[in-house]
C-alpha cells in the first residue's frame, strides 16, 4: 500500500492555484492508495470549497485530513458564535467532509488494509516554550502567552487569540485533543496506527534547534517566543503510551522539515510545508518507509 502525506496546503487566494497543480501531480504520478493531510487546508469559512478542491485532485480513493489552527479561524459574529473548536467542526467541517467522502480525522478513524490512521489537530500546551525567555531584563510571563504577544514594542502577534473561537486556554484545549486521540488510539484494536497530527508531539519535530543547543549568551530574536506555540509535548507523553502499535507519527504547523527519523521505535516525519510550496512524502507499507517526494 502508498499513502500520500501532506500538509499545511493553505488554499488561500494567493497560494490556492499553484499548490493544488503540485498536489494534483503528486496523485497522477504516484497513484496512492490513500492521500492524508496533516491540516492547515484554509479557513472554517472555506471548508467545503476546500474539501471539494482536494477531492477533485484524488475522486476516488480514501481521503482523510485533520484540521489545524488556521482550519478554525473566524472573524466578527462568526467567532463570537462558536465557543468551542467541536462547534466549528460541526458546523463548517463535518458536513461538506460527509457529502465528499472525507474522512476528518478530529472525529472519526481512517482503516486501511493493514493499519489504521489516527489523529487530530493537537494545538499545543506552551511546552516547547523557551525557558526562561526574556528580552533584555523583561521576563515573558504567562499572561504574555495567553495574550499571544511578548511585551515588547513588536507588531508581532500569535493570531490564533484573535481569530479562533475566543476565550480557550491553550493547554485546555491542548488536553481536550490528547483525550480526543488517545480515545481514537484505544478505538483502533489491536490495528498498527500511524498517528497525523497538525502541531508536533515531540521536540525532534519541530525543525528547530533544540532549547538545550542554545548558546548561553542567546539573545532571543522576538520570534524565540513563538516556540512556545509549535506543539503539544503532553500529545507525545500520550502517543508514548501507545507505542508498540504506533509505527510512525506524521505532523506540520512549523514549516520546518524535520526526519524522517526513528522516534523510539517509530517513525517521526514533519512535511515541513510552507506558503505555496506544498510537501508531501508517500509510505511504502511493504518496507515501513516513508519516501519524500520532489516538487515536481
Known sequence: MKILFTADLHLLKA??????????????????????????????????????????????????????????????????????????????????????????????????PGLTIVGGYGHYD?????????????????????????STASPLRWRDFQLMPDGLHPRTVALEQVEGVKLRLSESGDARVIVVLHTPPFEELLGVPPVTELPADFSPSVYAFFRAYLGNRSMGAAIWEFRKKVIAVVCGHTHREAGPMKLGGMIGINIGSDYGDPKAALFLSDSNQFERLPAL
Not at 16 to 26: G, N, S, V
Not at 35 to 51: E, F, H, K, N, R
Not at 84 to 97: E, F, K, N
Request: include cysteine.
Open 126 to 150: 506552551l511546552g516547547f516554550a523557551v525557558p526562561g525567555l526574556a528580552y533584555g531584563d523583561v521576563l515573558v510571563t504567562d499572561e504574555d502567552y495567553l495574550r499571544g504577544s511578548p
Open 15 to 112: 497560494t490556492r492555484d499553484r499548490t493544488l497543480e503540485r498536489f494534483r501531480a503528486w496523485t497522477e504520478r504516484y497513484r496512492p492508495d490513500a492521500v492524508i493531510v496533516a491540516g492547515d487546508l484554509s479557513s472554517a469559512p472555506q471548508a467545503g470549497d476546500t474539501l471539494e478542491e482536494i477531492r477533485s485532485c484524488f475522486p476516488k480513493n480514501p481521503l482523510a485530513v485533520c484540521l489545524g489552527n488556521h482550519d478554525f479561524w473566524l472573524h466578527d459574529n462568526a467567532r463570537n458564535d462558536c465557543r468551542m473548536l467541536s462547534t466549528v467542526i460541526d458546523r463548517y467541517w463535518a458536513p461538506p467532509a460527509k457529502a465528499l467522502g472525507v474522512v476528518l480525522l478530529d472525529v472519526q478513524n481512517l482503516p486501511l
